[in-house]
C-alpha cells in the first residue's frame, strides 16, 4: 500500500520523517581524509548513536513516524531485485572503471544480504578488505598506493535532508555539489522507483539525480502550500533553482511563488537552514550575519511567467516585508542566533542554533548545547525539546539537517 506523501509547511504536524542512523562509515573517518569527506572533527560512534536514538524518540514522543534509510533501500532491493542496478552505479560512480576490478566488487556485494549490502556501500570498503589482481596499467599505475578505500565511506549521510526534498506531493531527488555526497541520492532514487510504498502516483518526483545543476535540501523550506523558500548557498546555485521553478510550476497548480535567499557562500552557513528556520506561522529563527548593517538582504521572487517557458523574477531586499507578503500575516518575528551577541551568535550558528526542526507550530526540536538560542525561543513563546549534540554537531548540521519529512498533516 503506497504511503501519503504531502509537505506543504515547515510547521505542520509531522506525521512521518526519514533518518539515518549514524553506522560504520562515521568510524571509517580518519584525520587526512576529513577535509575531502566535509568533516571538521571526527565523531565518537557509539556516543552519536546513542544521540540519534534520543532524537528519533523525541520525534516518535511528538507524534512522528520514524523510518529509516538503509532499512527502506534494502526494502527495496528485496521487493523488486533491482540489486544489480544499484551496485553498477554505485560503482560506477565511485569512480571505479577497471572491468576486472568492477566485477571483483560487484560479486562481493551480490554475496550478501540486502541489508549487509547496504550498510557496507554505505561504510565503504577498504582497500585491504578484497584481494584483487589486475593487469591493467588504469590499476596499477594510476590508483594512489595509500588509498586505504577502494570505495570512500559516506558519512554525511544522517543528514537525510539534503539528498531529497518532499514539496507538497512529490519529491526532488538532488544533485549534490560536492563529490563526497553525490552517491548519497542514489539511495533515494533506489527506494522511490522500487519500494512498494513509494512507487506510482502517490509519489510525483519534479527533480532526479541526474540534472546538471546541484540542489540540496538544506535549502529548500516549505514555507506553505504556496511559497517556497530556496537559498542561493554554497550548494545550491541560481540556475538549478530555476529549474525547479520551472518544473514545479509545469507539473502542479498549488505552489506558485519561490523565494530565492541568498546567503554568504561559506561552509559555516553551507545551507539556508543553517542559518533561518521556520518555528511559527509569523516566526523564524535567524543568524544577524546573512543580513547588512540595514538588515537588507538579496532575494528573488520567482512567479509563473504568462511568456512560454519563462519565469517572472523580482528582486527585494527586506525579508521582513517579503515574507508578511506572501505569508499574509501582520508581522514577522525574526529570533536572532545567540540572541545576536558577538560572541553567541556566531558559536551557537556554528553549533546549528538556527537549525530548528518544527514537530508542530510552535514546537522544536533543537540542541541543547545551544543554550541562548534556546531560552530565546522560550522567551518568543516556543516550546523547545532539547536532544543530546556533543557528537551529532560535529558534523555541521542540526535536527532539520538530520530529518527528511515525507508527510506533514494539514492543521
Not at 19 to 42: A, C, H, Q, W, Y
Not at 70 to 83: H, I, N, Y
Not at 225 to 233: F, N, P, Q, R, W
Request: hydrophobic share 40%.
Amino acid at each position: 500500500m503506497s504511503r501519503v506523501f504531502n509537505v506543504e509547511s515547515e510547521i505542520n504536524p509531522l506525521k512521518s520523517v526519514l533518518l539515518k542512523r549514524p553506522g560504520k562509515e562515521v568510524e571509517n573517518l580518519i584525520p587526512s581524509t576529513m577535509e575531502g569527506l566535509l568533516f571538521d572533527d571526527i565523531p565518537y560512534l557509539p556516543i552519536i548513536q546513542e544521540e540519534h536514538d534520543a532524537f528519533a524518540e523525541a520525534l516518535r514522543n511528538n507524534g512522528a513516524e520514524v523510518l529509516y534509510l538503509e532499512k527502506l533501500t534494502a526494502e527495496a532491493l528485496d521487493a523488486k531485485g533491482s540489486r544489480k542496478e544499484l551496485i553498477d552505479q554505485m560503482i560506477k560512480e565511485s569512480g571505479i572503471h577497471v572491468k576486472d576490478v568492477q566485477k571483483e566488487l560487484s560479486d562481493y556485494f551480490q554475496s550478501l544480504k540486502s541489508e549487509e549490502m547496504v550498510a557496507k556501500m554505505m561504510a565503504g570498503v577498504r582497500t585491504d578488505e578484497m584481494s584483487i589482481e589486475s593487469s591493467s596499467l588504469a590499476w596499477l599505475a594510476d590508483r594512489k598506493g595509500e588509498d586505504l578505500f577502494l570505495m570512500d565511506p559516506m558519512p554525511n549521510l544522517y543528514y537525510t535532508r539534503d539528498i531529497a526534498s518532499t514539496i507538497g506531493s512529490g519529491i526532488s531527488i538532488n544533485q549534490m555539489t560536492y563529490e563526497a555526497r553525490k552517491r548519497e541520492s542514489l539511495f533515494m532514487e533506489t527506494i522511490a522507483k522500487h519500494h512498494p510504498d513509494f512507487k506510482g502516483d502517490a509519489l510525483k518526483i519534479w527533480r532526479d539525480r541526474y540534472s546538471d545543476t546541484s540542489i540540496e535540501g538544506g535549502d529548500i523550506l516549505v514555507l506553505n502550500d504556496e511559497v517556497l523558500a530556496i537559498g542561493v548557498s554554497q550548494r545550491t546555485s541560481g540556475r538549478a533553482i530555476e529549474e525547479l521553478a520551472h518544473s514545479l510550476f509545469s507539473k502542479q497548480n498549488g505552489f506558485k511563488k519561490i523565494l530565492a535567499i541568498e546567503i554568504p557562500h561559506v561552509r559555516a552557513m553551507m545551507h539556508l537552514d543553517t542559518v533561518f528556520t521556520m518555528v511559527d506561522k509569523d516566526a523564524f529563527t535567524i543568524h544577524p550575519e546573512i543580513q547588512d548593517l540595514d538588515e537588507k538582504m538579496s532575494i528573488y521572487m520567482l512567479e509563473p511567467s504568462k511568456l512560454d517557458g519563462q519565469l517572472k523574477v523580482s528582486h527585494h531586499t527586506d525579508l521582513t516585508e517579503i515574507l508578511k507578503t506572501v505569508l499574509k500575516v501582520d508581522d514577522i518575528n525574526l529570533i536572532p542566533c545567540g540572541n545576536g551577541d558577538p560572541i553567541a551568535a556566531p558559536r551557537e550558528q556554528w553549533n546549528d542554533g538556527s537549525n530548528t526542526l518544527a514537530v508542530k507550530p510552535g514546537v522544536v526540536v533543537t540542541y541543547n548545547r545551544n543554550y541562548v538560542s534556546n531560552q530565546l525561543l522560550r522567551e518568543n513563546g516556543i516550546k523547545v525539546i532539547e536532544v543530546p549534540s556533543s557528537e551529532l554537531s560535529r558534523g555541521r548540521g542540526g535536527p532539520r539537517c538530520m530529518s527528511m519529512p515525507l508527510h506533514r498533516s494539514a492543521e
